[in-house]
């Protein structure tokens, strides 16, 4: 019987003005605890493969089916661009997931990672982790969150351009934050690989005495349509104050001790959070309701990824801060759970039994 864990920190994407360039992994991982029980030479199972599943959301939001679960569809595109058509006889995976689905938090982007992560403890596959982010760009296409999860840390990141037809084959599955279809289709042939050096990342410095104040809604925004809010064009002023902001951000966070005013100024923005206030209530009060100067502690406030979870960074007085944010969206009828997180700096991991 082998076995082995992997586990997956959750992602803060977009940190203010860095929309789809920043990212953020945190203290909050998906796990897969996995087996392979060897003494088996034949499996009536589908695709040789057990899941099975605790924590956010449960069966009726998370698929049981290797075909259909979104990490076991990254792994066996790995394993197929490796002529591998399964999984090994007879696999076993259980997810444990804390991270909660469509709340900004890269519940998708870690599923991603894991399976990635899972084709090539499987299949002995021995890939670098410049070659994992390829193969993770090409389900996710959102560097920010899978790099951060892949690498850990507070990471900067770009993408480059793919060829339409790198995209387009039914072999490569899309993760749940693209539009349909699914992909992911055992069409028989093997599935293209990714080109090399998709995306590139740099992680930046995260000053030791900053923590992350994660304020949870209940409910969803799927990234989809936090997508279509958004315009299809800017106005220069706006895109010129965004790049003025992401310029400075990363210093500004990496410095210690942190400057309040200066993380505070740095992490305002006008790409994607005005336009998304229609989808959260009260967005637009909510992130102007506190300030350095009005909390203590608090250095800056934003939008999680596409949300609703609002991302509050501080030094101190955590659970004040908490309290006044959640009392915010009361006002609205929302309920919401909080969590204090770090940043979780060693990325992905894979641990053995010893």
């Not at 990141?157 to 289709?185: M, Q």
């Not at 997508?227 to 902001?245: I, K």
């Not at 959070?273 to 989808?279: V, W």
């Not at 955590?318 to 919401?336: N, S």
Request: net charge negative.
């Amino acid at each position: 019987m082998a076995a082995f864990t992997i586990r997956v920190p959750c992602s803060s994407a977009n940190i203010g003005p860095g929309f789809d360039v920043i990212g953020l992994a945190l203290s909050m991982h998906l796990e897969l605890r996995v087996t392979v029980d060897t003494s088996k030479s034949s499996s009536d199972q589908p695709l040789n493969c057990v899941i099975t599943y605790e924590g956010q959301g449960g069966v009726e939001d998370i698929s049981l089916d290797p075909q259909f679960n979104l990490t076991t569809r990254v792994a066996l595109y790995v394993l197929r661009c490796h002529n591998q058509r399964a999984f090994p006889i007879e696999t076993h995976i259980h997810i444990v997931n804390p991270i909660p689905l469509g709340r900004g938090l890269g519940s998708s982007g870690a599923a991603v990672v894991a399976g990635v992560f899972l084709a090539n403890e499987l299949g002995a596959l021995h890939l670098a982790k410049a070659r994992m982010l390829d193969y993770c760009l090409m389900v996710e296409r959102h560097p920010d969150n899978v790099a951060a999860a892949l690498y850990g840390g507070f990471v900067g990141t770009y993408l480059n351009e793919l060829d339409p037809a790198d995209g387009e084959r039914l072999e490569i599955p899309l993760s749940e934050v693209l539009p349909e279809p699914a992909g992911g289709v055992d069409t028989g042939l093997q599935p293209p690989e990714p080109p090399l050096n998709i995306g590139h990342y740099h992680k930046f410095r995260w000053a030791k005495e900053i923590q992350c104040i994660a304020i949870i809604p209940q409910f969803k925004v799927p990234t989809a349509k936090a997508r279509e809010v958004l315009p299809s064009l800017y106005r220069r002023a706006d895109v010129v104050f965004n790049l003025q902001r992401i310029a400075l951000l990363p210093l500004a966070l990496g410095e210690s001790p942190p400057d309040p005013e200066f993380i505070f100024l740095s992490m305002q923005d006008r790409v994607h959070q005005p336009y998304r206030k229609t989808l959260i209530p009260g967005l637009t009060q909510i992130l102007q309701s506190v300030t350095p100067k009005s909390h203590p502690g608090l250095l800056g406030i934003c939008l999680s990824g596409a949300g609703p979870t609002i991302l509050a960074l501080a030094t101190d007085n955590f659970d004040r801060i908490a309290a006044f944010l959640i009392a915010q969206f009361a006002r609205e009828d929302i309920q919401c759970t909080w969590e204090l997180l770090r940043p979780a700096e060693e990325g992905t991991t894979v641990v053995y039994p010893s």
